[in-house]
């Protein structure tokens, strides 16, 4: 496994100090033993502003063994990806369990969550979706963590209600994603039979969409040649093979009608230009330099266009470096979250600027 190595930005300079105090650490090695899929708390429904009903689960520390959370402390909302669900976030979830307040929901049309009218299937409308999950379940202070699709959700949420940051928001991760320049066909490659690529993937999209259940059967008929897909598209290393199994399980159970939806909005995706609210608060933005899906120039780009934020590059890993990198990325998750703390409990007139 090769190193992490962090670009330094206002988070590294701030942390080390103050946040010391304030530190919340990640438990090494939780969530090995336990199976993935296996992580969930109680079930709450939140509605979107179009009626789709949002899967969402809140895990209070007292339930885990810490202290009761207060309407004042800390809220992490975990955004998962495209064509995953909430589980993804399993060694992060384990990790954090009874120390902050943490909701996880299933992205529309994804996991337990109601399926989108095809004319919001979006990303502005993922930013909407977020909200609204934050202002439901974080009566306090949030820090939002976003992987892939996730994180262009807390970009899109910060072009439409920048007034949050600051204010709401008081940190942010955005992890193997990008504000705009994707090519889609890299994102949906591993959702797509094998063969089908450049030029012609957006007609090709649409051609299989009005097939899509000969799709799905061809999916699941075509495993051995998709696990295969899944591994060198989602992971840089090697990693156990159960890994594998449970990002591949993900994505098979996407049905192509959604995979075809959101296709739009990555081919169309520009919001580079609109990064500006995440440069308030302290950001933290991880990449995986093996990365086929968003390649490390995203996170870069990223990282130059968000004024103090931090860089960290986990060195052959691929889009999957929540998994893959668990360790790196929940380290800097603790810094990251811990700064966040300190900096919410500081009375508004002392709180550094950004």
């Given at each position: 496994m090769s190193p992490?190595?962090?670009?330094?930005?206002?988070?590294?300079?701030?942390?080390?100090?103050?946040?010391?105090?304030?530190?919340?650490?990640?438990?090494?090695?939780?969530?090995?033993?336990?199976?993935?899929?296996?992580?969930?708390?109680?079930?709450?429904?939140?509605?979107?502003?179009?009626?789709?009903?949002?899967?969402?689960?809140?895990?209070?520390?007292?339930?885990f063994g810490g202290r009761p959370a207060t309407d004042e402390d800390i809220t992490v909302v975990f955004v998962h990806g495209y064509s995953l669900n909430l589980d993804c976030w399993h060694f992060q979830r384990a990790a954090y369990r009874g120390q902050v307040r943490m909701a996880f929901y299933d992205q529309r049309s994804h996991g337990r969550s109601a399926l989108?009218?095809?004319?919001?299937?979006?990303?502005?409308?993922?930013?909407?979706?977020?909200?609204?999950?934050?202002?439901?379940?974080?009566?306090?202070?949030?820090?939002?963590?976003?992987?892939?699709?996730?994180?262009?959700?807390?970009?899109?949420?910060?072009?439409?209600?920048?007034?949050?940051?600051?204010?709401?928001?008081?940190?942010?991760?955005?992890?193997?994603?990008?504000?705009?320049?994707?090519?889609?066909?890299?994102?949906?490659?591993?959702?797509?039979?094998?063969?089908?690529?450049?030029?012609?993937?957006?007609?090709?999209?649409?051609?299989?969409?009005?097939?899509?259940?000969?799709?799905?059967?061809?999916?699941?008929?075509?495993?051995?040649?998709?696990?295969?897909?899944?591994?060198r598209y989602a992971f840089g290393d090697d990693v156990p093979h159960h890994y594998v199994d449970f990002v591949f399980g993900m994505l098979n159970a996407t049905p192509f009608a959604v995979v075809a939806d959101f296709y739009p909005a990555f081919a169309t995706l520009d919001k580079f230009d609109h990064l500006a609210p995440l440069g308030t608060v302290p950001t933290?933005?991880?990449?995986?330099?093996?990365d086929r899906i968003t390649s490390i120039g995203h996170s870069r780009k990223l990282h130059a266009r968000i004024p103090g934020s931090s860089l960290l590059e986990c060195e052959g890993a691929g889009h999957m470096v929540l998994l893959e990198r668990h360790v790196d990325v929940n380290a800097e998750l603790d810094d990251l979250i811990s700064l966040a703390r300190h900096r919410a409990e500081q009375p508004t007139n002392e709180v550094p600027s950004a």
């Amino acid at each position: 496994m090769s190193p992490a190595r962090r670009v330094t930005g206002r988070a590294d300079k701030t942390r080390k100090g103050d946040a010391v105090h304030h530190r919340i650490t990640a438990v090494v090695g939780a969530g090995e033993d336990v199976a993935f899929g296996a992580v969930h708390s109680q079930a709450l429904r939140v509605v979107a502003d179009d009626g789709v009903d949002l899967h969402v689960e809140v895990d209070h520390p007292e339930d885990f063994g810490g202290r009761p959370a207060t309407d004042e402390d800390i809220t992490v909302v975990f955004v998962h990806g495209y064509s995953l669900n909430l589980d993804c976030w399993h060694f992060q979830r384990a990790a954090y369990r009874g120390q902050v307040r943490m909701a996880f929901y299933d992205q529309r049309s994804h996991g337990r969550s109601a399926l989108s009218p095809e004319e919001n299937a979006t990303i502005d409308q993922l930013g909407k979706d977020l909200l609204r999950v934050i202002e439901h379940t974080a009566p306090g202070p949030v820090v939002v963590v976003g992987h892939s699709m996730g994180g262009m959700s807390i970009i899109s949420m910060a072009e439409q209600f920048p007034e949050v940051f600051g204010a709401k928001v008081v940190g942010a991760s955005l992890i193997a994603t990008t504000a705009g320049g994707l090519d889609p066909g890299r994102i949906l490659f591993p959702m797509l039979p094998l063969g089908l690529g450049g030029a012609f993937m957006g007609r090709a999209v649409r051609t299989l969409d009005r097939g899509h259940r000969l799709v799905d059967l061809a999916r699941a008929w075509g495993h051995n040649i998709a696990d295969a897909v899944t591994d060198r598209y989602a992971f840089g290393d090697d990693v156990p093979h159960h890994y594998v199994d449970f990002v591949f399980g993900m994505l098979n159970a996407t049905p192509f009608a959604v995979v075809a939806d959101f296709y739009p909005a990555f081919a169309t995706l520009d919001k580079f230009d609109h990064l500006a609210p995440l440069g308030t608060v302290p950001t933290a933005v991880i990449g995986g330099t093996e990365d086929r899906i968003t390649s490390i120039g995203h996170s870069r780009k990223l990282h130059a266009r968000i004024p103090g934020s931090s860089l960290l590059e986990c060195e052959g890993a691929g889009h999957m470096v929540l998994l893959e990198r668990h360790v790196d990325v929940n380290a800097e998750l603790d810094d990251l979250i811990s700064l966040a703390r300190h900096r919410a409990e500081q009375p508004t007139n002392e709180v550094p600027s950004a």
